[in-house]
């Protein structure tokens, strides 16, 4: 059988890494060409406007000079690495309490990293990198049997509209769609709602971190309980935790949903299907010429030469 008009099987080999690498850095090269624009600017309209605050303030204070106005936006700076609040005259600590430090624990094994705060100590360091070394892993095997366990929901949900009516394909396609929609309410849609209660947040702002959280990106301009003058619930970080466990094994699912998708469709492509009767067309030329048969094939002939033998005595 002759492949179809412009299919030859060479047509079909697409160097797919070399594509996927120049698809790659052409979309990095348009993210850095619309940062650049959007945000370059703003940069040094802020830098500007810093240097000016800070020779009003020397003009104003003269008894400061500028080693000492430069000392200070140090310790400033040190401090919010640290999570010491620096407004007004807060003293509550509490970024290194036991719920901060389990967030804090939440955000490293999860490779987040905020970036807002950071252990001070030497021993904090040391136990930090061994913690992160070992955490890593198990967050990504748990994480994946999360995933697992919930296409496996999706997989029986399919199953259960297929015996309702729906087609195999119909089914499977509203199943995926069923755990899309869910995973969009659950953990982009409604969050803002709760970040919006509790931190203050628009409810864009609260969508933007969910998914900068969510995603690992984990800028820290957007970090939960930083506002000093607020008292924030008991369970309000145990919740967010488990929001951004839950939350990273559905992207995950999704991601292999995605996979799954692209992989059935290229096995549906026309080249792809031939490709694989191309490989069996040769094996079954060389049988034909060299005369050998399968075993099949001659257990059939030696029946009808009894058959001839057999009717010939008879």
């Not at 015996?163 to 755990?179: E, F, M, P, V």
């Not at 992989?263 to 792809?272: A, Y």
Request: glycine share 8%; charged share 20%; with cysteine.
């Amino acid at each position: 059988a002759s492949p179809p008009p412009g299919c030859s099987r060479c047509s079909c080999r697409v160097p797919v890494t070399l594509i996927l690498l120049l698809v790659y850095l052409f979309y990095l090269l348009v993210g850095a060409t619309v940062f650049w624009a959007l945000e370059s600017k703003s940069e040094v309209d802020l830098a500007i406007s810093f240097q000016q605050e800070k020779w009003e303030l020397l003009k104003n204070h003269t008894c400061m000079d500028n080693q000492t106005l430069e000392l200070l936006i140090k310790g400033i700076i040190a401090a919010y690495k640290n999570g010491v609040s620096i407004q007004e005259n807060d003293t509550s600590l509490e970024t290194w309490s036991f719920a901060g430090s389990f967030f804090f624990s939440v955000t490293a094994i999860t490779t987040i990293g905020y970036g807002n705060i950071s252990p001070a100590t030497v021993g904090g360091r040391i136990f930090c990198v061994f913690f992160a070394l070992f955490g890593i892993p198990l967050n990504l095997i748990l994480l994946n049997r999360i995933g697992q366990r919930m296409l496996a929901a999706v997989h029986k949900c399919a199953e259960l509209l297929g015996r309702k009516g729906a087609q195999q394909k119909t089914a499977k396609i509203l199943a995926n769609l069923l755990a899309l929609i869910m995973g969009l309410l659950l953990f982009f849609l409604l969050p803002p709602i709760l970040f919006r209660g509790v931190e203050g947040w628009t409810y864009e702002e609260g969508f933007y971190y969910a998914f900068i959280t969510l995603s690992t990106i984990g800028f820290g301009d957007y970090v939960i309980g930083r506002v000093s003058d607020k008292r924030y619930p008991d369970w309000y970080r145990n919740v967010v935790s488990l929001w951004i466990l839950f939350g990273m094994a559905w992207l995950a699912l999704v991601i292999n949903l995605c996979i799954n998708l692209l992989e059935n469709h290229r096995e549906m492509t026309p080249c792809c299907r031939k490709s694989g009767s191309k490989e069996l067309e040769p094996e079954l030329t060389d049988i034909g010429h060299s005369g050998d048969t399968p075993a099949a094939l001659k257990k059939e002939d030696m029946a009808s030469v009894d058959d001839t033998k057999t009717g010939s005595l008879v």
